[in-house]
């Protein structure tokens, strides 16, 4: 079969997917960009440009929202890059230890949440933390530990963090088994060189495997950080469209939510919305872009 005829058989085979996705992905996405540079003004669609991001950015009465949620965006994506990747990694580095025993249902027991809803999470998490009901409080009295509760979800400088350390909990199964297979691929010979040479235990993973896996590290961390700034459904199921107490838990789905669809006494207003969602694939892009042009260049000349 000559080449241009594969190429046809393999475009047309590709072409309900391209569909699929075009209409579900990328037709939207588009549609958003536009609804962002329109306006209703009398009951009509009108054409205003980028006033809706002026207005996003400058008017007080939206910039206060729209930082105070990018903030706390951030700052949940900060806590899983400095603790669920790294205890991703190194509950890899000892499950992939070939004397290990049960490895693999400490892989499922730590896999299992990721495939959890997460309105059972959020509403799950909510009981157990629950000064009234909650057995958190108990547990830690049974180790003398009572001193060091707290309502961490009702209080503005916890709960965020809180929220973050739950969805931790929830995720750290991925960057594990990503970089459990990473551990998985590289070849015994290299392995069997270091040993060789006296590279064993801790000095192996850091000398060898450690390089070696940084392409599949750096895949994670822009995975974290694209997930993290798409997030919406915990902080929805667990505090609420208004993201309380008093917005401290508030990021960019939850302010895009209450604004596209509007929330209690708020109206729904789809132009400023888009406008939200514009910006959330603004800097989700910019952060891609970061990876693909910054640091994934580094990682290889780095491993040269």
């Known amino acids: 079969m000559t080449k241009p005829r594969i190429r046809w058989h393999i475009g047309l085979f590709l072409a309900p997917a391209v569909a699929v996705y075009t209409a579900v992905m990328i037709f939207p996405l588009f549609n958003t960009l536009r609804l962002a540079l329109f306006s209703r003004v009398d009951q009509e669609r009108v ?11 400058l008017d007080p009465l939206w910039s206060d929202q729209f930082w105070n949620a990018l903030g706390n965006n ?6 899983h890059m400095l603790v669920q990747n790294p205890i ?3 509950l890899a580095a000892i499950l992939s230890h070939p004397r290990l025993r049960f490895a693999a249902l400490y892989r499922s027991a730590i896999f299992i949440p990721t495939i959890l809803s997460f309105v059972i999470v959020g509403f799950a998490w909510k009981l ?3 000064p009234i009901w909650g057995i958190a409080p108990g547990m830690l009295d049974a180790v003398g530990l ?7 979800l009702g209080k503005e400088e916890y709960a965020l963090t809180t929220l973050a350390l739950i969805s931790v909990w929830q995720f750290v199964g991925i960057p594990m088994m990503l970089i459990y297979a990473a551990l998985l691929s590289i070849p015994e010979e290299v392995i069997e060189a270091g040993e060789i040479d ?3 235990g801790m000095a192996a993973f850091w000398k060898i495997k450690l390089p070696l896996i940084l392409p599949s590290i750096g895949i994670i961390s822009i995975l974290t950080f694209v997930g993290n700034f798409n997030a919406f459904d915990l902080i929805y199921a667990s505090q609420g469209a208004l993201a309380g107490p008093n917005f401290s838990t508030d ?15 708020q109206l729904g207003d789809p132009h400023m919305g ?7 694939f603004a800097v989700i892009l910019l952060g891609v872009c970061v990876y693909l042009f910054g640091i994934q260049t580094r990682i290889r000349r780095y491993q040269l």
């Open 128 to 130: 157990i933390l629950s």
């Open 146 to 152: 009572k001193s060091l509760f707290q309502p961490w």
């Open 251 to 265: 990021i960019l789905g939850t302010f895009m939510y209450r604004t596209f669809f509007g929330f209690q006494l």
């Open 47 to 57: 054409f205003v440009g980028l006033d809706n991001f002026r207005t996003l950015f």
């Open 274 to 280: 888009s406008a939200i969602a514009s910006a959330m």
């Open 74 to 79: 951030f700052w949940f994506f900060l806590v």
């Open 198 to 200: 006296g590279v064993t």
């Open 88 to 90: 991703g990694i190194a």
